[in-house]
Each structure stands twice: as C-alpha cells, then as structure tokens.
C-alpha cells in the first residue's frame, strides 16, 4: 500500500483547505513540493504546484470528499473578456516574475498579488493576470 498522487495544486491555501478536510474524514495527507512551491513560486508552473499524496486504498474516499469527479474549480483560469476557459499561462516573463519576486521579498507585503498569474486567452487573445 503505497501513496499515490492525488491532486496537484497552484494554490497554497486551497491545498491546505483540501488537506484539512480530508484530515477531518481520517485521511492522512501528505504534501510534496511545497517548500518550493512558496520559496520558488515562480517554479510553481513548471512542478504543477502543492501535491497531495494518500495512501493508494483512500484514493477513491479522498476523491469523493473533494468532489473530485472533475478538476478542480481553482484550476480553471476564466477570460474576463469572453469567459473562455481555454488559456496558458504566460512564461515569457519568468524571469522578469522572479526578478519582481526575489525584491518583493524585502518589502512587508510580499503577500500581496503573489498569487496573481498572467494568462493569454487562446481564443480572443486577451492577456489577464488571474
Ligand atoms: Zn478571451
């Protein structure tokens, strides 16, 4: 009986929500990459965010307890501008985020907007921060 990965997430709080909640139906979570997920969140793309890993027998309870029939709502990203679903994130500016990122460290409110991704929408074009 080993651990398989369940969900992986881009959201530190929802993570922790999710863990929480499985938690309290008796399901032991364990959580990778999330170090680098909140010291490198600008890695955070490239290693899909916070994993959740429960044994392989919770499996199936864990994915009824988080309603997981279909992905998960925080991962889908919705054009302001026509409401499509379909758009990626912006790499182009990884460098110029982690540059904006490693200063935003100094200052007392490095928690603001770091959530904030841009994204172009693939159908009108529309670039957006989410
Ligand atoms: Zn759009």
Redo the contacts with the bound molecule.
């Keep these: 009986m080993g651990l398989v990965l369940l969900l992986r997430e881009y959201d530190y709080n929802n993570a922790h929500i999710m863990r929480s909640k499985l938690q309290q139906h008796g399901v032991p979570v364990v959580l990778i990459d999330e170090e680098t997920s909140v010291t490198l969140p600008h890695l955070k793309t490239l290693i899909g965010g916070i994993g959740l890993m429960v044994l392989e027998d919770d499996y199936e309870m864990a994915r009824d307890i988080l309603g997981l029939k279909y992905e998960s709502p925080s991962k889908i990203v919705v054009?302001p501008?026509?409401n499509?679903t379909n758009s990626k994130p912006i790499q182009d500016e990884l460098i110029m985020n982690l540059i904006a990122r490693v200063f935003k460290i100094f200052t007392p409110d490095n928690q603001i907007q770091t959530n904030d991704k841009k994204y172009q929408?693939l159908?009108?074009g529309?670039t957006f921060l989410y």
């Design positions: 054009c501008h026509c499509s929408c159908d009108c529309n």
